[in-house]
């Protein structure tokens, strides 16, 4: 039995029998488009092979076109209806049993996994999207690759290069796990209900090998936030109270790592702030 996937009159027909109405709150704009869905899954190149975690799967229009591929999904669900209906949707859709695993869960607070996803794919939501993928990230370091369907905003951020005006906090904290692309754009009229706001698709690979143990992802962190909470300023100054406590004492340990002391963040890769944090780290 092939899998099926939603179309728009069943998705609306399923938040009429649970009583749900997307809300603000959680950022709920549910996908009622069978071709979003499928491209979604194509730019993520999941294989039957993949183990994929799905965030904030909602009535299972993502999950499905996930599913069909072959591939074994977790699926993390905020909504406790939402996570109770999702087996039984996807079982009369042709799913085989024992293919989705539901965690009815925050996801800004799980930390573990069933079956060690290495994929994520998820249309997550406008108000969260940069935490829980930074949270996810960090404790899931299996999780090798992914395609995230985020507020074309946050995408740009995500995906921005040093120098460029998007360019801040997300893409430095983001850059450190690994490389980021802008893969495509998806129109409001896939939503239900429609955004005010476009959306983007971003891809993303996880680096070879870590960056650095989770001490100095802290201090990379915490000179990151430094470093842009304070745009306007030079590095020596804006850093001066994270990196030395006096500009003086910043420019030297800027200096030290090969970093112009009146440059400023927006000018700087993952490898400088990381440089920085390597000096700062062998002087305390």
């Keep these: 039995m092939p899998v099926t996937l939603l179309g728009a009159a069943e998705i609306r027909a399923l938040a009429a029998d649970l009583d749900v109405t997307p809300t603000k709150k959680l950022g709920q704009n549910f996908v009622v488009d069978a071709n979003t869905v499928r491209k979604i899954v194509h730019v993520a190149n999941v294989r039957a092979a993949d183990r994929v975690v799905e965030i904030g799967p909602g009535l299972g229009s993502l999950t499905l076109a996930i599913l069909e591929t072959g591939a074994s999904v977790t699926a993390v669900e905020i909504d406790h209806r939402l996570a109770e209906r999702l087996p039984s949707t996807v079982a009369a859709h042709g799913v085989a049993a024992g293919a989705l695993t539901v965690l009815d869960a925050d996801a800004l607070r799980v930390t573990e996994l069933p079956g060690a996803p290495n994929v994520l794919v998820a249309n997550l939501p406008y108000n969260v999207s940069v935490p829980v993928l930074l949270h996810f990230l960090q404790t899931f370091p299996e999780l090798q690759r992914g395609v995230v369907m985020v507020q074309a905003e946050v995408g740009e951020r995500l995906a921005a290069s040093p120098g460029s005006k998007a360019y801040g906090v997300p893409s430095v904290k983001a850059a450190w796990y690994g490389s980021w692309r802008l893969a495509g754009t998806v129109s409001r009229q896939v939503f239900w209900p429609v955004p005010n ?3 983007v ?14 001490t100095l992802r802290r201090t990379v962190f915490e000179i990151v936030d430094a470093a842009f909470g304070q745009r306007r300023k030079m590095l020596r100054q804006s ?7 006096s500009a003086a004492a910043a420019s030297e ?8 002391p009146t440059a ?3 000018q700087l890769s993952i490898e400088d702030f990381v440089a920085i944090a390597r000096e700062v780290a062998d002087g305390r």
């Design 197 to 199: 706001v476009d959306s």
């Design 201 to 214: 698709l971003v891809a993303f690979e996880r680096g070879a090998a870590p960056r650095g143990d989770d």
């Design 239 to 245: 850093l001066a109270g994270v990196v030395g406590g």
């Design 253 to 260: 340990i800027l200096a030290a790592a090969g970093v112009d």
């Design 264 to 266: 400023r963040g927006e």
